[in-house]
């Protein structure tokens, strides 16, 4: 008796050494770039840089390991890990951030568990007169 699945497992995209990409890229599961790409990624899953990898733009997802060089602003729901290979330049918003020791980091950050992680704008808060 065959088994019939119905529900989808996530993907898992190579966007390989040597490959150049201009456009933006949506993805249902996981990404790894060892290419380049200059856009918007979004990933519902992970979202790896590899060492040769080369990312200009925006990235959004959930969790990211970048070991590349990466000149966006990211947005990571979860857990953002720079390896130490990493040059980043660019504004991260994430909720957790792990940095190796040789990772490279210019920009600005900020941790917690925000409500812009989800698309919601923060709203600042000021003492009443």
Do not use: W, Y
């Not at 918003?93 to 917690?112: H, Q, R, S, Y």
């Amino acid at each position: 008796m065959s088994k019939i699945m119905t529900t989808e497992t996530p993907s898992v995209n190579i966007i390989g050494n040597g490959t150049d990409i201009n456009g933006n890229i949506k993805s249902n599961g996981d990404l790894r770039i060892d290419g380049f790409i200059k856009g918007t990624i979004q990933a519902t899953g992970k979202v790896v840089v590899g060492t040769t990898g080369r990312v200009e733009g925006e990235i959004s997802c959930q969790n990211a390991d970048i070991s590349g060089d990466v000149k966006a602003h990211i947005k990571v729901t979860e857990l953002l890990s720079l390896k130490a290979n990493a040059v980043v330049s660019g504004d991260i918003l994430t909720n957790k951030l792990a940095i190796e020791p040789g990772a490279v980091f210019t920009g600005a950050c900020k941790m917690g568990n925000h409500s812009s992680l989800n698309g919601k704008s923060e709203q600042a808060t000021e003492p009443e007169a």
